[in-house]
């Protein structure tokens, strides 16, 4: 959910601006970055919640316009 402000939220080659109160669910095959200054990101496995670091997410080649 976002607090408050406006961003963008890349998801599998989409920019999408987001704003204050929305919810975002994604996939976790999915391609995903935020551009962002202040983010409070809550994730979990699909089914489960096994561990966490901050390793968790996959590196994938694509690059946002902001990278």
């Given at each position: 959910?976002?607090?408050?402000?406006?961003?963008?939220?890349?998801?599998?080659?989409d920019?999408?601006?987001?704003?204050?109160?929305?919810?975002?669910?994604?996939?976790?095959?999915?391609?995903?970055?935020?551009?962002?200054?202040?983010?409070?990101?809550?994730?979990?496995?699909?089914?489960?919640?096994?561990?966490?670091?901050?390793?968790?997410?996959?590196?994938?080649?694509?690059?946002?316009?902001?990278?």
């Amino acid at each position: 959910m976002i607090l408050s402000g406006e961003e963008v939220f890349y998801l599998d080659g989409d920019e999408i601006a987001i704003k204050e109160g929305d919810v975002l669910k994604v996939a976790h095959q999915a391609a995903r970055c935020f551009k962002a200054s202040d983010v409070i990101c809550i994730q979990t496995k699909t089914g489960s919640l096994e561990g966490f670091t901050e390793n968790d997410g996959c590196p994938v080649e694509v690059k946002t316009s902001w990278i």
